[in-house]
T-cell receptor
Framework: GQQLNQSPQSMFIQEGEDVSMNCTSSSIFNTWLWYKQDPGEGPVLLIALYKAGELTSNGRLTAQFGITRKDSFLNISASIPSDVGIYFC?????????????FGKGTKLTVNP | DSGVTQTPKHLITATGQRVTLRCSPR?????VYWYQQSLDQGLQFLIHYYNGEERAKGNILERFSAQQFPDLHSELNLSSLELGDSALYFC????????????FGSGTRLTVV
């Protein structure tokens, strides 16, 4: 089945540093999504990407939809303590007449003040 | 508030028991997805319902079952509980077109003792 390889698995950074994480797949997706999960809460959508090559920003967050449609990255600039959490990538594809999201295993981010 | 309501928020029960988790999707969403998340792990897809019908099954144990009712709320039934079933259980909902991804509830934390 489809798999998303998300890396790194975890990151420990100092407040103010920039962060980069990415997802790759052997499958082509028509949409890439990035979610953030705060401790003890459900994942919340951060950014959605719909076109190959698309670069989208949301405040300090920037994400890109890879040209090959098989990868995406998320950058966080000038990290702050509230950036702590697990970041998930998700790819959307159509299979067997239905649509579904495939999730990466997450990148756990720790920000030291 | 994401619009997806999960109850209860916390549940503590003994091994061998049976519990029911409830999910009300966001207004207008016909799809409901159930996910299991063990400590610091990724999101394990369990099952997907669309407008009352089962659409896809993931790594769902035979001891687990789900259904979606005519009013579109969904219930996840977990029986013969084991210690390893302790986890966060998330429900997510989406429009038929998953262009905008899934909207997650805040989860039910199940502890089996």
């Amino acid at each position: 089945g489809q798999q998303l390889n998300q890396s790194p698995q975890s990151m420990f950074i100092q407040e103010g540093e920039d962060v980069s994480m990415n997802c790759t797949s052997s499958s082509i997706f028509n949409t890439w999504l990035w979610y953030k999960q705060d401790p003890g809460e459900g994942p919340v959508l951060l950014i959605a990407l719909y076109k190959a090559g698309e670069l989208t920003s949301n405040g300090r967050l920037t994400a890109q939809f890879g040209i090959t449609r098989k990868d995406s990255f998320l950058n966080i600039s000038a990290s702050i303590p509230s950036d702590v959490g697990i970041y998930f990538c998700a790819g959307r594809l159509t299979q067997g007449g239905s649509e579904k999201l495939v999730f990466g295993k997450g990148t756990k981010l720790t920000v030291n003040p | 508030d994401s619009g997806v309501t999960q109850t209860p928020k916390h549940l503590i029960t003994a091994t061998g028991q049976r519990v029911t988790l409830r999910c009300s999707p966001r207004s207008g969403d016909l799809s409901v997805y159930w996910y299991q998340q063990s400590l610091d792990q990724g999101l394990q897809f369990l099952i997907h319902y669309y407008n009352g019908e089962e659409r896809a099954k993931g790594n769902i144990l035979e001891r687990f079952s789900a259904q979606q009712f005519p009013d579109l709320h969904s219930e996840l039934n977990l029986s013969s509980l084991e210690l390893g079933d302790s986890a966060l259980y998330f429900c997510a909902s989406s429009e038929p077109d998953t262009t905008y991804g899934y909207t997650f509830g805040s989860g039910t934390r199940l502890t089996v003792v």
